[in-house]
């Protein structure tokens, strides 16, 4: 059997996880859940990856979760499960990542995405949560993420009616970070990874951090966050170097320290 989850490292510091289940549409089932919280648990520790890039193929970035593993589970088997312990690894990634989405992206494919800090989305990509057509609803954050990135008029519309969308119009609602022809995602994503994994790591892990706990907690509470980790980063080797660079009009060379 073919692996379900590809690791390749296509750049310095850039390390890409393809989903391979082509047969299914790259749909979620355990196996892929399990390999990407396993992968992801190991790169958060990897000094030697600055950006991880998460995508499928030309046809489906992730068609969904496993219908059949849980079709005819109960409420309390499905608890059992506790996938919510596989999607962890995804939410606390600490390092920047990257979901390019060619064709489609769907219930638990769009929530994998939508746990990306920034998404590539090809003009033929298909993004949706239709979970309803299925009786139930989005179970990894799809109700949640939705309407904070996109606002709640524009996310009732696409969670209760679960409808389809292109990847032109996640881009105009602002679920996308950009658009590109169909085919490039990767590439597009694989020059953005390459630009942020050279700039300093301990800074974008600050700002990864200060920009997500920020939006759950009153304004106050944000500032001081932000504010905690703009002075700790005044202990680093890399603001030193950032700075006496920029004064010395020079490349800076960042470690990570």
Same mark, same amino acid.
């Given at each position: 059997?073919?692996?379900?989850?590809?690791?390749?490292?296509?750049?310095?510091?850039?390390?890409?996880?393809?989903?391979?289940?082509?047969?299914?549409?790259?749909?979620?089932?355990?196996?892929?859940?399990?390999?990407?919280?396993?992968? +992801?648990?190991?790169?958060?520790?990897?000094?030697?990856?600055?950006?991880?890039?998460?995508?499928?193929?030309?046809?489906?970035?992730?068609?969904?979760?496993?219908?059949?593993? +849980?079709?005819?589970?109960?409420?309390?088997?499905?608890?059992?499960?506790? &996938?919510?312990?596989?999607?962890?690894?995804?939410?606390?990634?600490?390092?920047?990542?990257?979901?390019?989405?060619?064709?489609?992206?769907?219930?638990?494919?769009?929530?994998?995405?939508?746990?990306?800090?920034?998404?590539?989305?090809?003009?033929?990509?298909?993004?949706? &949560?239709?979970?309803?057509?299925?009786?139930?609803?989005?179970?990894?954050?799809?109700?949640?993420?939705?309407?904070?990135?996109?606002?709640?008029?524009?996310?009732?519309?696409?969670?209760? =009616?679960?409808?389809?969308?292109?990847?032109?119009?996640?881009?105009?609602?602002?679920?996308?970070?950009?658009?590109?022809?169909?085919?490039?995602?990767?590439?597009?994503?694989?020059?953005?990874?390459?630009?942020?994994?050279?700039?300093?790591?301990?800074?974008?892990?600050?700002?990864?951090?200060? =920009?997500?706990?920020?939006?759950?907690?009153? +304004?106050?509470?944000?500032?001081?966050?932000?504010?905690?980790?703009?002075?700790?980063?005044?202990?680093?080797?890399?603001?030193?170097?950032?700075?006496?660079?920029?004064?010395?009009?020079?490349?800076?060379?960042?470690?990570?320290?």
């Amino acid at each position: 059997m073919p692996e379900s989850l590809i690791q390749e490292q296509p750049a310095p510091r850039v390390t890409l996880l393809r989903i391979n289940r082509p047969d299914a549409r790259n749909a979620i089932n355990l196996e892929v859940r399990t390999a990407l919280a396993a992968r +992801l648990e190991t790169l958060a520790a990897d000094p030697q990856t600055g950006v991880v890039i998460i995508t499928g193929d030309e046809k489906a970035f992730a068609a969904g979760a496993d219908v059949k593993l +849980l079709a005819e589970r109960s409420s309390s088997q499905v608890a059992e499960l506790a &996938l919510e312990r596989l999607w962890a690894p995804v939410e606390r990634f600490p390092k920047p990542m990257i979901a390019a989405v060619e064709g489609f992206a769907l219930g638990a494919g769009c929530e994998l995405a939508m746990h990306a800090d920034m998404i590539i989305a090809s003009e033929s990509a298909s993004f949706g &949560l239709p979970e309803v057509k299925l009786g139930i609803m989005p179970g990894a954050g799809g109700t949640q993420r939705l309407v904070r990135a996109i606002g709640k008029f524009a996310a009732m519309r696409l969670l209760l =009616t679960g409808d389809l969308f292109s990847g032109t119009r996640a881009f105009e609602l602002g679920l996308a970070s950009e658009v590109v022809a169909a085919g490039t995602a990767v590439a597009r994503a694989l020059e953005l990874a390459t630009q942020i994994a050279a700039l300093p790591p301990l800074a974008l892990r600050a700002i990864k951090q200060a =920009t997500l706990q920020g939006p759950e907690q009153p +304004l106050d509470q944000a500032l001081a966050v932000e504010r905690r980790l703009f002075q700790s980063l005044f202990d680093t080797s890399d603001q030193k170097e950032g700075m006496k660079a920029f004064i010395e009009k020079r490349k800076p060379m960042f470690e990570g320290k």
